[in-house]
């Protein structure tokens, strides 16, 4: 697999991709294991996480990601972001990633609050200097200012989130990639979050989110794509994708039902 | 994909967390760091100077080997295990997110280079209490060894991090193998002490050679034949490249794995 760069109208363009992940029957984890299973015939499963899949995803589009659990939503978003190295494929970005997939990594309960800004900002890719200028910006939007030479362990959970969230917006990526990042704190900070959002938007940023939430896809994501067992199932205007992830999930559970019955 | 453009100020953030959490939490802080390696020397000192007296048998300055020789090998040892375990450790920074692993390996070695710094302000404190000054070339030597000692530890960690993930009683075999090679290596004893015949074996070992004519350098102002080190850097040269490209062949499945 390659990650090029190329200047197009295209922020992500994604071509024939697939990955499979093979899995023992038994997970062999230490040497002593690996010795004494050495001549043991070993079982495995391959599972196809991500099967030929295909699509682009334009610069400065709002672009969400639907399915049910273990659809292969997680893999692709690790493909994109270059966790998972993909079996073959192509993928392209054209712009600077913002690959985090969960609020504040790195985040270590031991450290005070400033020093976990920094850590987490580093690692999503900012320099010192950059850090240093947003600072107060990043405390002013986490709205945890007097706190922030304590330890984080004795932040609040939503405190710790809250910090996070303000962490990952000013990373100002042209791309940003969120899984589930929006079920944040109470509902007066996830609506500056969606605000937020939008603003991202406004500023001509890419933002791919994946999330169970569909009315948050139906109301922010211009397109979306609905993925099923590694495959596109649905992929367009955000309104229709999502009708036709509910008529699916209807039909689904009407005939479980029936089962039952 | 770029997602960093500065490599540089991302190791060191790891590294600078790293050396905070190490000793934060305790209330001697970063006295520790210095006070651990004393605490064996003093043990080590006694038994082996006043009981099994080793100071009247001839060798120079026992006290001060000893002291370089634990220095050293508490930094081989600290940096490999932190460097075999870093990408475990930081697991979340593997699967969560993506910043360039080898930055990750790296961090966790430079760790122990810094404990290894802070460490070099009591062996300094030594000489002086023994009234012994290296000569010029002597601590140029030194910083060499020291160099060479930190590509070693690289290079291990590099061949380890991936494979522990995959298989983690990596660190019980391995600790096993440090207390072999802290035994085998002139540590406690001087080399001269093995009888001469099995002294070329015991420096075949890369570890055992820096310690060896770590002291030597520093205490005697002696120094190994030139085609001796010209072997120490090509084999280390040669193992750290063999461990690069496992690592890189390894390395595309890190985060399956995990």
């Known amino acids: ?261 | 994909m770029k997602s960093h453009e500065n490599h540089g100020e991302l190791i060191m953030r790891l590294a600078r967390t790293d050396f905070k959490l190490r000793y934060h939490g305790s209330t001697l802080g970063y006295v520790w760091a210095i006070v651990k390696p004393l605490l064996l020397f003093t043990i080590l000192n006694f038994v082996f100077s006043s009981i099994f007296n080793f100071r009247n048998s001839g060798i120079p300055f026992y006290s001060l080997q000893l002291l370089t020789a634990i220095l050293l090998f508490g930094f081989f040892s600290e940096g490999t295990v932190s460097g075999m375990t870093s990408l475990l450790s930081k697991s979340q920074l593997v699967t969560k997110t993506y910043v360039p692993r080898w930055t990750i390996v790296i961090a966790s070695t430079l760790n122990a280079l810094f404990v290894f710094g802070m460490n070099m302000i009591i062996l300094a404190f030594f000489f002086i209490v023994y009234n012994k000054m290296p000569s010029l070339a002597g601590i140029g030597m030194f910083l060499i060894y020291v160099a060479c000692l930190y590509a070693l530890i690289v290079a291990f960690s590099f061949l380890t991090a991936p494979i522990f993930v995959r298989f983690r009683d990596l660190s019980m075999i391995w600790e096993v193998l440090l207390s072999i090679i802290m035994y085998s290596a002139p540590i406690i004893y001087p080399l001269s002490l093995i009888p001469a015949h099995l002294q070329k074996f015991l420096l075949l070992n890369p570890v055992g050679f820096i310690i060896h004519y770590t002291k030597e350098a520093l205490i005697l102002n002696s120094f190994p034949p030139p085609w001796q080190f010209v072997f120490l850097i090509g084999g280390i040269a040669f193992s750290g490249g063999a461990a690069f490209l496992v690592y890189c062949k390894l390395e595309r499945k890190v985060a399956e794995y995990i």
């Open chain 1, 1 to 261: 697999m390659k990650y090029q760069n190329i200047p197009s109208e295209y922020a992500i363009s994604v071509k024939g991709l697939s990955k499979r992940f093979v899995i023992p029957h038994e997970r062999i984890n230490t040497l002593k294991g690996a010795f004494i299973h050495a001549f043991r015939r070993k079982t495995f499963e391959t599972f196809y996480a991500l099967d030929a899949v295909s699509f682009d995803i334009k610069r400065g589009e709002c672009f969400g990601i639907i399915g049910r659990n273990g659809s292969g939503k997680s893999t692709l978003l690790k493909i994109l972001a270059g966790v998972y190295v993909a079996d073959s494929g192509s993928v392209s970005i054209d712009g600077r990633i913002s690959p985090f997939l969960e609020l504040g990594i790195g985040f270590n309960p031991e450290l005070s609050g400033r020093d976990n800004i920094y850590l987490n900002a580093t690692v999503l890719g900012l320099s010192k200097k950059t850090i240093d200028e947003k600072f107060d910006s990043i405390l002013a939007f986490s709205e945890t200012g007097r706190f922030i030479d304590q330890k984080l362990k004795n932040y609040s959970s939503g405190m710790q989130v809250r910090l996070a969230f303000s962490v990952a917006i000013h990373a100002n990526r042209d791309i940003l990639i969120m899984d589930e990042v929006l079920a944040v704190g109470d509902t007066n900070f996830q609506a500056k979050c969606l605000q937020e959002l939008h603003n991202l938007k406004e500023a001509g940023k890419t933002i791919v989110l994946v999330t169970h939430d569909i009315s948050a896809v139906e109301k922010h994501c211009d397109r979306a794509m609905l993925i099923e067992e590694g495959k596109i199932a649905a992929i367009g205007e955000a309104g229709i994708v999502v009708a036709e992830y509910m008529k699916r999930n209807m039909s689904r559970n009407m005939s479980e039902v029936a089962k039952l019955i």
